[in-house]
């Protein structure tokens, strides 16, 4: 087996309280590496289009990557793989923190994960053994409150995945926390609530084997020699989290504002940015496991109607959801709405999003104070902010028609409600502008989960990043239509690589470039991948979670904006006619199917599934 791999996967039946062990070879590791990657192999081979998100027989799959536990940097990662409950269709959603490596440790590259328990259920893993365990005694507990028990129950140095309240309520934002307080979160996709319906609490893993690098010398000199220049480049980065970023994200027109109408709100994102925290209510930086960057926030708030907010700090998302989305521009009330979605386990960035989907409504009489229970839902109202999270994470009044997310919310509530509702398949957008970056549309509109930022990141090359493995020499614009389809598809294949090694996008922020990447997966691996197949292996993981979706009906159709993001134009002082852009989705639709190997209607066709041995 090649270096990386501990060549182990535990099939875990939580009906029948059953483990099995599933090995795969190399060749099937070469072809989908881990992660995500290897995640939607098995989710192709064992769903079909009657499969529900909520039945037993959808798996729920933990997978670490190759580089997980090594020297290698930022590789502290893990994915969640199944069918998603909020979109009906390819669910994948990543976590940092300590829970990817710890898995490595207990002996496995995976877990997939079946049945539904007949009663609240934890499990423990420790040195490749899973052992069931009763969690009755914390069901209904959030997930800062069961860390420390199930630590005490099992080992003072093992790592919990946990589901909150939302989770076992079934709410479709709900995801799964890892790391108690410093909460790192997979939270797209409602993947949570698939946890919740097994009756799985947590995993607890722990352990003390080492992942097997097969060039061990020849790694640890070459992250050394590098180090250097990443602590140096990614230093502001990681002195200010991603929330540093605030302020220019709005001054680009790239940070969501009132539901993503307003254009300029220059005041009031300076004091939700990462400088304003940094100077009230920041405590100290973590890091991710084998991370040198540190970009995660602890903050802490002591007095006024917030004290009491302790522990992970908002990060660039949470603060344009929560934040610029609901024109809330109290720090200490999004710092803790973040934290109520952390504990309750809600996803912060479809949290905000469905909130101000719901102002919106409010704005235009679509809902009143008796729909929200007496809450005021105006434009920066935060508390209002505060309590609507509650009310979601608790599945109460309001709460539980907003935690079904802004499709089925708007489809419920009727009228015009589907014009406020921004989405891309079900997924809400996350804090960038599609219309601010037309790399970004079309990574929106052909993401395999719906609209996601980090399927191809193209946004940090758009506007000065380089990577010149996918033509990003510093010159690619915003605006562009030429050539974009080709880099967007590059991009995401570099992407889907990187979800399967397990690297973080936030590399590049370091000044690595893919040939590092590259080198440091095959000093792990034993490998000689080059840059073609590195890229062919990319482009075979974005056709299968594709064709995951085409077995669920999801064609051109389905690969789109919402209205407001490709015919209105943003409002408000200070915008210059430069800065008003729509995006062209049509021509570079037709641009990127001709491009992948795609029929019109987005299917890839049979000759390309054939060259990419699918």
């Known amino acids: 087996m090649a270096g990386g791999y501990m060549g182990r996967v535990l099939r875990v039946d939580l009906s029948r309280k059953k483990v099995e ?11 989908f590496i881990g992660g995500s990657g290897l995640g939607a192999k098995i989710l192709y081979d064992e769903t079909n289009a009657d499969t529900d998100p909520f039945s037993p027989e959808n798996p729920l799959i933990f997978m670490a990557g190759p580089t997980a536990n090594t020297q290698v940097p930022t590789s502290g990662r893990h994915a969640v793989v199944s069918r998603s409950p909020l979109t009906g269709i390819f669910g994948e959603s990543d976590a940092g923190g300590t829970w990817g490596a710890k898995l490595k440790q207990a002996g496995l590259d995976g877990l997939i994960i079946t049945g539904k328990a007949h009663s609240p259920t934890y499990l423990w893993v420790q040195d490749g053994k899973v052992e069931f365990r009763d969690a009755s005694h914390l069901w209904g507990k959030d997930t800062y409150e069961i860390d420390p028990i199930l630590k005490g129950e099992t080992h003072k140095n ?72 990443i602590l140096e480049s990614s230093k502001t980065f990681g002195q200010l989290g991603t929330s540093g970023g605030v302020i220019t994200h709005e001054t680009m027109g790239n940070f969501p504002l009132q539901n993503w109408r307003l254009g300029r709100w220059e005041e009031g994102v300076k004091k939700i940015s990462g400088p304003a925290m940094a100077e009230s209510i920041l405590v100290k930086r973590y890091a991710c496991r084998q991370c040198p960057i540190a970009c995660g926030r602890e903050v802490k708030v002591d007095k006024g109607p917030y004290a009491g907010v302790d522990g992970a700090g908002p990060e660039y998302e949470t603060m344009g959801t929560l934040g610029g989305m609901c024109l809330v521009d109290n720090l200490e009330a999004v710092a803790m709405a973040n934290e109520i979605c952390n504990r309750y386990g809600l996803d912060t960035i479809s949290a905000g999003c469905v909130i101000a989907f719901a102002m919106e409504c409010y704005e235009n009489g679509l809902l009143t104070k008796k729909d929200t229970d007496g809450i ?83 946004m940090g090359f758009e506007r000065g990043l380089t990577m ?32 399967a090694m397990k690297y973080c996008k936030f590399i590049a922020f370091g000044g690595m470039k893919l040939s590092h990447c590259l080198k440091w997966f095959n ?26 979706n085409v077995g669920w009906g999801v064609s051109r159709k389905d690969d789109t904006l919402p209205p407001r993001s490709m015919t209105h134009k943003r409002t408000g002082p200070g915008l210059t006619d430069a800065e008003q852009h729509l995006p062209p989705l049509g021509r570079l639709l037709s641009d990127y199917y001709e491009y992948s190997g795609w029929n019109e209607w987005g299917i890839p066709r049979p000759e390309k599934l054939r060259e990419l041995g699918l």
Request: aromatic content about 6%; glycine content about 12%; some cysteine.
């Open 376 to 458: 005021d839902l105006t434009w920066g109202n935060h508390q209002a902010l505060v309590e609507m999270v509650k009310k979601m994470g608790k599945k109460e009044g309001i709460g539980e028609l907003l935690g079904k997310g802004v499709r089925r919310a708007s489809q419920e509530i009727g009228g015009i409600a589907p014009e406020f509702a921004l989405h891309v398949k079900g997924l809400e957008l996350p804090a960038h502008d599609p219309r601010s970056y037309f790399g970004a549309a079309l990574a929106f509109a052909t993401s395999a989960r719906g609209a996601c930022h980090l399927s191809a990141w193209t």
């Open 468 to 499: 010149p493995e996918v033509g990003a020499d510093g010159r690619v614009t915003r605006w562009e239509v030429n050539g974009k389809a080709e880099f967007v598809a590059k991009c995401q294949y570099m992407m889907g690589m990187y979800d």
């Open 21 to 31: 062990e599933q090995k795969f070879n190399e060749e099937t590791c070469r072809k």
């Open 158 to 229: 093992a790592t919990v995945a946990a589901i909150g309240p939302a989770g076992e309520k079934l709410v479709l934002l709900s995801g799964i926390v890892h790391d108690g307080s410093d909460a790192r979160i997979a939270g797209r996709c409602g993947l949570g609530a698939v946890m919740g319906s097994k009756k799985l609490k947590a995993i607890v893993v722990q352990g003390s084997a080492k992942a097997p690098v097969a060039h061990p010398d020849d790694l640890a000199a070459s992250v050394k020699e590098l180090m250097p220049t």
């Open 523 to 548: 000093q792990v691996t034993g490998w000689d991948m080059d840059l073609a197949e590195f890229f062919k292996t990319g482009e075979r993981l974005l056709n299968l979670k594709r064709m995951i």
